[in-house]
């Protein structure tokens, strides 16, 4: 189950890294070029860059505690907060009827909820 438990955090961890990353380098503006970052017309330019830096900081949680036995109860915690991500996610697409986002930030809450329990059981 640790293994398993590893390459689901790992996958979230380099998703997350990725898409924090996306919106903290772009600016607001190209991002809403995106016919995928739609939602971003919602959110102030900060909201925007604070979204992304708490996905790079969740990422981050979900490998390097657990990895370095410094603090391991801040890694399920960061799998906790993603999955509140998703839930968050999930209520702005559904609003803007973005329904092509939803499956994704399903499978993405689902994750993130099983590293979440794997953890903190573990």
Do not use: C
Request: aromatic share 6%.
């Amino acid at each position: 189950m640790n293994v398993v438990l590893w390459v689901v955090a790992g996958l979230l961890a380099a998703l997350y890294l990725a898409a924090g990353g996306m919106k903290l380098a772009t600016p607001r503006e190209k991002l809403l070029e995106n016919p995928n970052m739609g939602w971003t017309a919602d959110f102030s330019n900060a909201g925007v860059k604070a979204i992304g830096a708490v996905e790079i900081l969740g990422a981050l949680g979900l490998i390097l505690p657990w990895a370095l036995g410094i603090a391991p109860v801040l890694t399920p915690l960061a799998a906790t907060g993603l999955a509140v991500i998703q839930i968050g996610a999930i209520i702005v697409h559904a609003r803007r009827k973005e329904t092509k986002a939803l499956p994704m930030n399903v499978v993405l809450l689902v994750l993130a909820a099983f590293v979440a329990v794997g953890r903190f059981a573990g």
